[in-house]
């Protein structure tokens, strides 16, 4: 069975750098989430998306946007990176809101 | 804003013995879920709760649903090597909807053979 895909797995990028995540949910899911995850902490809840508008936002910093396209993939722009950006990034999909999760492998973005 | 906490946050068990993870929300929840997250992956979903006192058993696993909906528990009984990972009990901010999950602080298991 189809999966949520994340790209890229693994990222290098320099402070004030731009990063861009991108997120394929699982076809036919409407909602997208994306979560942070530090070393040895919890996932942190950034943004949500249902039917490719934003639903909920969370600790998301103001240098990042996320939106969801047309196909219903959704992308997450870093901009003016810092070290402490420095995360496992997770996105995950859902049929409808409060329905099981599904979570992408993640995207380790190391910044420099 | 809403705080979900988790107790303990490590434990170490010999292979065979019971493991309980206690999660404990500031707000009432409509729902809960459990994830279980292995060193390196990614959280992966075992179990929504919605009813209140609500018990669910997946084999050596049971989770239950506070009277109260606001604490839940999981049990595993008889703990395996391939039960090691931290395990986050995720529920919905109610303040804001059901798109919006709050993790945990999550409970990491260690399994000594």
């Known amino acids: 069975a189809a999966g949520v895909i994340q790209s890229p797995r693994h990222l290098i990028k320099e402070k004030r750098e731009t990063a861009t995540l991108k997120c394929y949910p699982i076809?036919?899911?409407?909602?997208v989430y994306w979560y942070q995850q530090g070393p040895g902490q919890d996932p942190q809840f950034l943004i949500s998306?249902?039917?490719?508008?934003?639903?909920d936002k969370g600790s998301i910093p103001d240098r990042f946007s996320a939106q969801q396209f047309s196909d219903y993939h959704s992308e997450l722009n870093m901009s003016s990176l810092e070290l402490g950006d420095s995360a496992l990034y997770f996105c995950?999909?859902?049929?409808?809101?409060?329905?099981?999760?599904?979570f992408g492998q993640g995207t380790r973005l190391t910044v420099v | 804003g809403q705080q979900v906490m988790q107790i303990p946050q490590y434990q170490h068990v010999q292979e065979g013995e019971d493991f309980t993870t206690y999660c404990n929300s500031s707000?009432?929840?409509?729902?809960i879920q459990w994830y279980k997250q292995r060193p390196g992956g990614h959280p992966v979903f075992l179990i929504q709760?919605?009813?209140?006192?609500e018990v669910k058993k997946q084999k050596r696993l049971t989770f239950q649903f506070g009277e109260a909906k606001k604490n839940s528990s999981l049990h595993i009984t008889a703990t395996q090597t391939t039960d090691v990972g931290t395990y986050f009990c995720?529920?919905?901010?109610?303040?804001?909807?059901?798109?919006?999950?709050?993790f945990g602080t999550g409970t990491r298991l260690k399994v000594l053979a």
């Open positions: 709760l919605v009813k209140s006192g």
């Open positions: 707000t009432t929840l409509s729902n």
């Open positions: 995720a529920g919905p901010d109610g303040t804001s909807g059901t798109y919006k999950y709050i």
């Open positions: 998306f249902y039917e490719k508008m934003q639903s």
């Open positions: 995950a999909s859902s049929d409808d809101a409060g329905q099981e999760a599904f």
């Open positions: 076809p036919r899911h409407d909602t």
